[in-house]
């Protein structure tokens, strides 16, 4: 019988052998209580089975408050197994099961998923993306290093006429990629509805011009029936691109996106610092990037190295090369594209290159960009500069010496 495995950081003031023992039965046929019905043939059919305990350490006090008082707290490495007939290839039920009530059991003190391995029936029951990264260099004309892209500032408040002068000396500098905020959906000063059609009427025209249709991902995030209304606008009006969040639509939203849209989708995980920054609790982003993949996430940030918020980089990196990895192994899926943001710049572009071996890769940059000394068309060659020297392997100053706009970058970015 196939099984789904989830690897966990475990701190518990109880043994860590009953601890293990307890989160399994809570997590599949137990409960507090010993039952009748719970025969051992039930329990060995579709109980979770505790796979690996390794002891870590120890402590004096807890990394969370609440659950049972003890007087020494001991660190873990555990793997959890289920059946895959508990839970069906679902991907709401998966969320349960792995991350469900186990994070509040009075035993646990600290508890963060760190690991998920899925049997192939959840590829087969769920496409994943339908561009990810080959579909997208194939609409937006770039066959090589990275899309070069920016978020529309301030993300708030800037009217539909304001957007669109910022739309139209973006794609007039050459960039590739342009998103809304996640903060700009529908607001009344800058409507939805009026935003798609005004931006889109000046990525046609340049692409009529050019050749060239800048891909721009418009934030449609709503209840469902929004969502698939704003997404037939997008696709009516010639868009390539649409935005949701995915905190904030849940996995069934961005399931029923995917099944609604002919376009690739931009997935934004605003709110993952409340899953992710206390090292004790939470989730590891490798396992959370498998389950938006498989709903068709083609996109999906994993913040910025040196950026504005409080991720290190090792975490940033180990994020970007999680969702370049096969979602399950050996599965035939579309790869998913890494999107980097805050706080970017061309300084940052060499040792993103160096850490994950490739530009398959969106870098966005916002103030990186629009704070150019030159303008924007300055601000996009120049991080499209960097960009070229990280791939040469030319250290930045010495490539900046024969690009004015990437010299006078240097001193801005700095």
Not at 131 to 142: D, E, N, P, S, Y
Not at 166 to 179: H, N, P, S
Not at 264 to 278: D, E, F, V
Not at 311 to 321: G, K, L, N, Q
């Amino acid at each position: 019988m196939e099984r789904i495995y989830a690897s966990y950081w475990l701190e518990t003031g109880d043994d860590p052998a009953r601890a293990a023992e307890v989160i399994a039965g809570e997590q599949s046929s137990g409960t507090f209580v010993a039952l009748a019905t719970e025969t051992p043939e039930l329990k060995e059919r579709s109980g979770a089975r505790v796979e690996k305990l390794e002891i870590l350490g120890h402590s004096n006090t807890p990394s969370l408050p609440g659950g049972m008082s003890s007087q020494r707290y001991t660190q873990c490495r555990l793997e959890l197994s289920w059946p895959l007939e508990n839970t069906g290839a679902s991907l709401p039920n998966l969320m349960s099961t792995v991350a469900g009530n186990l994070f509040e059991l009075r035993q646990v003190s600290g508890l963060r998923l760190t690991g998920l391995t899925l049997p192939k029936a959840f590829v087969d029951a769920y496409p994943g993306p339908a561009f990810g990264i080959a579909g997208t260099r194939k609409l937006t004309g770039v066959a090589q290093g990275p899309l070069i892209g920016t978020i529309i500032k301030p993300s708030i408040g800037l009217s539909v006429d304001e957007t669109v002068q910022q739309v139209r000396e973006l794609v007039a500098g050459g960039i590739d990629f342009i998103k809304d905020d996640e903060l700009q959906a529908d607001g009344g000063r800058c409507p939805f509805d009026e935003r798609v059609r005004a931006v889109m009427r000046v990525v046609n025209e340049h692409a009529d011009r050019t050749g060239k249709k800048v891909m721009v991902a418009f934030n449609l995030t709503g209840d469902l029936d929004q969502m698939r209304r704003r997404y037939d606008l997008v696709l009516a009006e010639g868009g390539t691109c649409v935005m949701a969040v995915l905190n904030s639509i849940g996995l069934i939203g961005l399931q029923e996106l995917r099944r609604h849209a002919q376009l690739p989708i931009h997935a934004h995980r605003a709110g993952w610092g409340y899953l992710t920054r206390s090292p004790q609790l939470g989730w590891d982003y490798a396992p959370w990037q498998q389950l938006w993949r498989l709903a068709g996430a083609d996109h999906m940030h994993v913040n910025g190295l040196r950026n504005k918020f409080s991720e290190p980089d090792d975490s940033v990196i180990e994020a970007a090369r999680s969702v370049l990895q096969p979602v399950v192994p050996g599965a035939d899926m579309v790869s998913t594209m890494p999107v980097f943001s805050s706080g970017q710049t061309g300084l940052q572009a060499a040792d993103t290159y160096a850490a994950i071996g490739c530009a398959d890769l969106i870098h966005t940059a916002g103030g990186g960009i629009f704070g150019h000394p030159q303008g924007v068309s300055a601000g996009v060659e120049a991080l499209r500069e960097a960009w070229v020297a990280a791939m040469e392997g030319v250290p930045l100053e010495q490539h900046a010496r024969r690009n004015p706009a990437l010299q006078a970058a240097l001193g801005f970015w700095k």
